[in-house]
Structure formats: C-alpha cells, structure tokens
C-alpha cells in the first residue's frame, strides 16, 4: 500500500485520471455488435415465451427461434444466451435499446421498432387467415363480416391487414386488444365468444391440437415476412444473419414440419402397423425387454409399448432434432443416464426404463395406480415440471390432482395462453403428452391382448 493510509496524493490521481482519459480518446471506437459478441462469447438473444419462439420442454428449451439462433450463435463460433419476454413489443425495445443483439420471436418485418432496429432477410413466409367456428357460415369474402364481432392483436401485423381491408369495405368493423397473443383470441373464437379473429398459419397450425373446430375462411391480405431484428448501425450482424438464414433455406420447410405439423395416422393405420411390426420387429426385442422389465418390476409391455410410439421399434430411428434409438433418447438425457451408445438396443430400453422409474419416482407417493404410471408417462414425454403445472391448475379448479383422467385435460391447455400464463414453468405441448400417454395405454392394451399374460402388473381398467 502508499504511506499513509493508502490514499495516492492528490495531484498522482489527476495525473492518473488525466492519462486513462487521454488513453480512452486515443482507442479505437466501441466494436459493432457482431464483434461484442464474439469478444464476450455469447450471443444475447431476446425471445418471446411462446410455442412459435421458445419454451420449456421435457429436455429444456425448445422451439423453432431457440432452434434457429442456437444454430447461428453455433455458426458465429459462440453461445446463444436467451432472455425471454412475454410480448413482442418487450423483445423488440430490448433490441432496440441494445441491452440485446438479436430479436428472433416470430417478427413480422415492419412491427413497430422505429430508427433503432433493422431487419434481417426473412425466414419464412406465412400466410394470414381469417379464422371461423366451423357451426358458423363460413364467409368467403370480406363483405360477409359486416355486423361480426372480431378482435385482432393491438399493433400486429393482424391488425394492419385488416385495418387495409376496411379502407376497401367500410362496413368491416373490428377491434383490437393489447396484453393478449393470438393464442387466447382463437380461444375465444372457439367458445364463441368472437365470431372471428386473424391468425397466421403457424398460429392457426397450432391451435388445430386443442381447437379442432376452428376453421380458416381465407387468406387475408399479402403474408407475413418473418425476420429477426438487430441493432440499427451496425450492416455486420445483419449480413451474418443473412448468410445464416440463406444458408438454411433448404431446411426450413422440415423445421417447419417439425414445430407446427400435428397430423396424426388414422387409427386403422395405427392398428395395421402395430400388427404388423409385433410380426415383423418385436419377435427380436421381446426378450430384452422382458429382462429389463424384470430389473425394474415393470410390466414389459410398457417398455414396448414407449418403444413402438417413439421409434416403431426401429433401432435406427433419428428424429430431426438428434433424439435416437429405440427409446428415442435425447444426448444429454443418454449421458446422464448412463447410456453410451444410444443405438444399441439393450442400453437404450435400459436407459428408457431407468428414465421411466426416475420419473415415477417424483410422483407424490400418495397417487395410486395405475394414475402414477400414467403420470409418469407424462412427465417422460414433457417433463415432470410441465405435469406439476398441470395437477395445480386441475387442483385449482377442484379436479382431482392424483387422478389422470383429470388432470389430461389441464395438460392440453398448457398451450393455450390464458392457462400457461399462470403456470410456473409457462408454455408447454401438453397435448401431445397427453396424446403420448394414451396412444401408449392404447399400445399396452392392443399387447395384453395379441400376447396375453395375466401376470403383468399394469392395466387399463381402473384409471
């Protein structure tokens, strides 16, 4: 330390203070955001919670933008650090005022932003579609909405094209509501609250899970150009950015197909394809699945019945987004069971059951069978933080939290936001948990009775 106490005399630190500041004016200027990025290491990514941008699933972060950013961070040799926001507006003043360098939430170019924000090439193309009740007549022009109650997204592109079509047919009215997503007005067309609303095709593909009712009268207006938006002033990261999204052009009617594809074989398929593969495939698997069964007192037939929904019993089967093997193992979920090679079939049914006894094992003690294996089917598929979600709002509206034909219903609507939005753990695919379980109930059930043994310990009956 100085004499005296430590404290420099006073005419050092205005020397020292005089020669930072003279070494400051001297440096080059602040680096543009592409390069803050590479010097930090990251790349901050303002998203938007939600099933077209970025949510929480079985395995952690999801989602068509999170899939998308996270592969360009890769591709500019750094991470992607997400910070989540509950509208578009909140992403786009996050980019905006640089506290972000990417805004990748389903934007369509032209939302508000001002001088502060550019966009990128866009991505995808998606048409807008007026949505309908499929027991309403279904209009087939603009003029047929006169007199119709219909409610669009405040400042949305939604709202724009129709705020253009009223100029062409001055009897076409609407109204706009801030604080609410698309999401929540289709629900409101299908209780039929509205008479109408405006979606995008991949707001429309979505709400076909919970919403089969909803039907799509016509295309409204030009599409939508997605694009991410960055920082004004600085052409590196948007020319980056461009690179990226040209590159992978050829690959986003497949991501699309992913993210936004429900359609599900008809159940004759379904039934001539079991049956065909128990012939086929299942001859060769049995035995193992009946050893691993044996170590876990499982009942075989679960372990199969998991198996044939993920992979039909393929050892080789890679989905689009890595998980492989017979049990359809994610990488991280494979290492932290144990698992080394992922399509060998012993250790993947292993890794499967080990998976599947974990989650069990977080079931409240107090929920009895067969809800507890149907709640640990769930939460294999989703995650058991998603089921939870689920079992409070069923319990906060006095359903039943231990019972599974109450609780798979409250899982479907964690899609919807008016029901996520009061979730601890937000937006999830619940349907298709749902859909997991009971399409590997009705797989269980279709073994018992193709190869019967009064043994097993698990049934339908009773749930």
């Not at 005089?18 to 290491?41: D, H, K, M, N, W």
């Not at 461009?242 to 004759?268: F, G």
């Not at 067969?370 to 089917?377: N, V, Y």
Request: glycine share 10%; net charge negative.
């Amino acid at each position: 330390g100085l004499p005296g106490g430590g404290r420099e005399p006073v005419p050092l630190r205005i020397a020292l203070a005089l020669g930072i500041a003279g070494f400051i004016g001297t440096c080059s200027a602040r680096p543009g955001v592409l390069e803050q990025a590479r010097l930090g290491g990251e790349l901050l990514v303002a998203t938007r919670l939600g099933p077209t941008s970025y949510y929480l699933g079985a395995a952690g972060p999801e989602g068509p933008e999170f899939e998308l950013a996270s592969r360009f961070a890769a591709a500019l040799g750094v991470k992607a650090r997400f910070l989540v926001f509950g509208s578009a507006a909140a992403v786009l003043d996050e980019v905006g005022s640089g506290r972000a360098h990417v805004g990748a939430a389903g934007l369509a170019i032209g939302a508000a932003g001002g001088g502060q924000l550019r966009y990128s090439a866009p991505y995808q193309r998606t048409e807008l579609y007026l949505i309908y009740h499929r027991d309403h007549p279904r209009p087939t022009r603009l003029e047929d909405l006169a007199g119709s109650r219909i409610t669009v997204t405040a400042d949305s592109p939604h709202a724009a094209a129709l705020a253009g079509a009223r100029g062409r047919v001055p009897a076409l009215s609407f109204s706009v509501l801030g604080g609410v997503g698309t999401a929540e007005l289709l629900d409101r067309v299908a209780d039929r609250s509205l008479d109408a609303t405006v979606a995008d095709a991949n707001e429309f593909l979505l709400s076909r899970a919970t919403h089969p009712e909803l039907r799509a009268a016509f295309i409204l207006g030009p599409p939508e150009q997605l694009a991410w938006a960055v920082p004004a002033g600085d052409p590196s990261l948007v020319a980056a950015a461009n690179r990226y999204l040209s590159a992978i052009q050829t690959e986003m009617p497949l991501l699309i197909a992913r993210y936004y594809d429900r359609a599900a074989p008809l159940d004759a398929q379904r039934d001539a394809e079991l049956i065909e593969q128990v012939r086929d495939r299942l001859p060769a698997l049995r035995p193992l699945f009946e050893r691993v069964a044996g170590e876990f007192a499982e009942d075989w037939r679960v372990l199969a019945a998991i198996g044939y929904q993920e992979s039909q019993w393929d050892p080789q089967a890679v989905s689009p987004t890595g998980v492989r093997g017979i049990m359809m193992l994610t990488a991280e979920t494979a290492t932290a069971l144990g698992v080394t090679d992922r399509a060998d079939v012993e250790q993947s049914i292993r890794g499967g059951a080990l998976y599947l006894r974990a989650m069990r094992n977080t079931i409240p003690e107090h929920v009895p069978e067969p809800d507890r294996t149907w709640f640990a089917l769930a939460a294999y598929n989703i995650g058991y933080g998603h089921l939870e979600d689920a079992r409070v709002l069923a319990e906060s509206d006095g359903k039943d939290p231990n019972s599974w034909n109450a609780v798979k219903p409250y899982l479907a609507l964690l899609g919807q936001e008016r029901y996520y939005s009061r979730t601890k753990r937000g937006y999830a695919r619940g349907w298709e948990a749902a859909r997991f379980v009971e399409l590997v109930r009705d797989y269980v059930d279709r073994l018992h009775r193709l190869l019967p043994d009064p043994a097993s310990p698990v049934s339908r009956d009773g749930a």
